[in-house]
């Protein structure tokens, strides 16, 4: 009976899937090679920074209105909301961001980026870069919007493809919310994304079941001290030594007080305090990105800090008013979690449609950090985002044999091969529409 069931169960999968995997691979070869290779080649050479993205959104306003799509621009700065209505069914939404870094490339690649742009922020003129592949993410959105008005036959419901702004500062979902993006164009009943990835085999996918980035929160600690010669120290409180405990208490947070199999990462990434060799300072400025998994998670290691922080200063023998100060920034996010039963059903469909080469598991190692989720919280809406593979198999094969290594997202090194990233960001994409849409 059970082997009855599960043969029913297959030929049910594959029926109700609407489209063979081999039409579409070859659909969208041909759309990459016709269209979609240029306009990546296009992304990648004119990069722009978070909340200053005008040229991009543009280009990717009239890309979406040329397929088809009801186009709004300017929702939450430079975001793009492009809507597809087709027949009754669910309203699905599709993101991808497309802000590049202030980073100069120097990947060697034909088309690398010499764009320059004033930061907004610190009104200095940098070089930009995308040297985390959103230049990918926004090429394959306008191929899926492509494909998709294509099979509009096969599939019914609304479509709403979401360009978003400044994921590098995390500020972009949430503008998009602030501006009421829902209340405009409906709440989803799905959302979805996906982030291509250089530590994975070029253009394989990955869907964890549960969570797949990190919450995370950026804390100052401002330490206050007794400035004084550095030849006399006794007559001071030296900010730098307490600042250095309090570095070093820190790490006891994750190694003692999280459980063993609960992660988190309390970094220190910044140490500032002192202008010269012989002043001790009166001030010490530490700044942290603390990352976690869930709220308990993020509870113990904030209040950790707090208390680490202002008790180093008691036993140092501060004042009471000369106490640490401890800083959390309200730009946070709060961790990426996949919903299990949707990640799991679109696993199916992509091996159903694409093979089960397609699928790949990438290990768990980083905790890096998503502003997706603002896009799934308050309401919740049953979401998944998954990973591409952009690195091509033999880099990573050399890799792991002593060779060079492959440059991570951030660096000037970065660089992803794009066509199987694209293809397979365009693939996986309507397959998965299709599985939520389909007729």
Same mark, same amino acid.
């Given at each position: 009976m059970q082997k009855i069931?599960?043969? =029913?169960?297959?030929?049910?999968?594959?029926?109700?899937?609407?489209?063979?995997?081999?039409?579409?691979?070859?659909?969208?070869?041909?759309?990459?090679?016709?269209?979609?290779?240029?306009?990546w080649d296009h992304f990648h050479r004119n990069p722009e920074?978070?909340?200053?993205?005008?040229?991009?959104?543009?280009?990717?306003a009239t890309e979406l209105r040329a397929a088809g799509f009801d186009v709004t621009e300017g929702v939450?700065?430079?975001?793009?909301?492009?809507?597809?209505?087709?027949?009754?069914?669910?309203?699905? &939404?599709?993101?991808?961001?497309?802000?590049?870094?202030?980073?100069?490339?120097?990947s060697g690649l034909p088309n690398a980026s010499k764009a320059m742009q004033e930061d907004p922020i610190t009104g200095n003129t940098v070089p930009v870069m995308h040297a985390c592949g959103h230049d990918v993410h926004i090429a394959s959105l306008v191929g899926t919007a492509r494909q998709m008005v294509a099979r509009k036959d096969q599939w019914s419901g609304t479509l709403m493809l979401i360009v978003q702004p400044a994921e590098e500062r995390v500020l972009g979902a949430r503008a998009m919310r602030d501006d009421k993006v829902w209340e405009r164009f409906g709440t989803p009943d799905y959302a979805l994304a996906f982030h291509v990835g250089a530590g994975s085999p070029a253009g394989k996918i990955d869907a964890p079941e549960g969570p797949s980035y990190a919450g995370a929160d950026t804390v100052d600690i401002i330490v206050h001290g007794v400035g004084a010669h550095g030849a006399s120290p006794h007559r001071g409180k030296d900010p730098v030594l307490i600042g250095s405990q309090i570095v070093v208490a820190l790490q006891t947070l994750v190694a003692r007080e999280?459980?063993?199999?609960?992660?988190?990462?309390?970094?220190?990434?910044?140490?500032?305090?002192?202008?010269?060799?012989?002043?001790?300072?009166?001030?010490?400025?530490?700044?942290?990105?603390?990352?976690?998994?869930?709220?308990?998670?993020?509870?113990?290691?904030?209040?950790?800090?707090?208390?680490?922080?202002?008790?180093?200063?008691?036993?140092?023998?501060?004042?009471?008013?000369?106490?640490?100060?401890?800083?959390?920034?309200?730009?946070f996010v709060?961790?990426?979690?996949?919903?299990?039963?949707?990640?799991?059903?679109?696993?199916?469909?992509?091996?159903?449609? =694409?093979?089960?080469?397609?699928?790949?598991?990438?290990?768990?190692?980083? &905790?890096?950090?998503?502003?997706?989720?603002?896009?799934?919280?308050?309401?919740?809406?049953?979401?998944?985002?998954?990973g591409i593979g952009g690195t091509p198999q033999a880099d990573l094969d050399a890799e792991e044999a002593g060779g060079p290594m492959v440059a991570s997202h951030h660096s000037p090194l970065f660089k992803i091969?794009?066509?199987?990233?694209v293809r397979a960001g365009v693939e996986s994409t309507v397959v998965a529409l299709l599985e939520l849409m389909g007729d």
């Open positions: 069931l599960a043969a =029913l169960l297959s030929a049910l999968l594959v029926y109700s899937f609407p489209v063979s995997g081999s039409e579409l691979t070859d659909s969208v070869k041909k759309d990459y090679d016709e269209y979609l290779a240029d306009l920074l978070s909340l200053v993205e005008f040229k991009t959104a543009e280009r990717m939450g700065g430079t975001g793009v909301v492009a809507m597809l209505e087709n027949g009754d069914g669910p309203l699905v &939404m599709m993101r991808a961001d497309m802000d590049g870094l202030p980073v100069e490339e120097k999280l459980a063993p199999r609960s992660p988190g990462v309390v970094t220190v990434g910044s140490f500032h305090s002192g202008t010269k060799h012989n002043i001790i300072s009166d001030r010490a400025h530490l700044q942290l990105t603390v990352r976690n998994t869930n709220e308990k998670t993020r509870k113990i290691l904030l209040e950790g800090i707090e208390r680490i922080a202002v008790n180093v200063g008691r036993a140092a023998g501060l004042p009471e008013d000369k106490l640490p100060e401890v800083i959390v920034s309200n730009e709060p961790p990426t979690v996949n919903d299990a039963q949707l990640a799991r059903r679109l696993k199916i469909a992509w091996e159903e449609a =694409l093979g089960a080469d397609a699928l790949y598991e990438e290990p768990a190692e980083g &905790m890096g950090a998503e502003d997706f989720p603002f896009f799934t919280v308050d309401p919740n809406i049953t979401s998944v985002f998954w091969a794009p066509e199987p990233s």
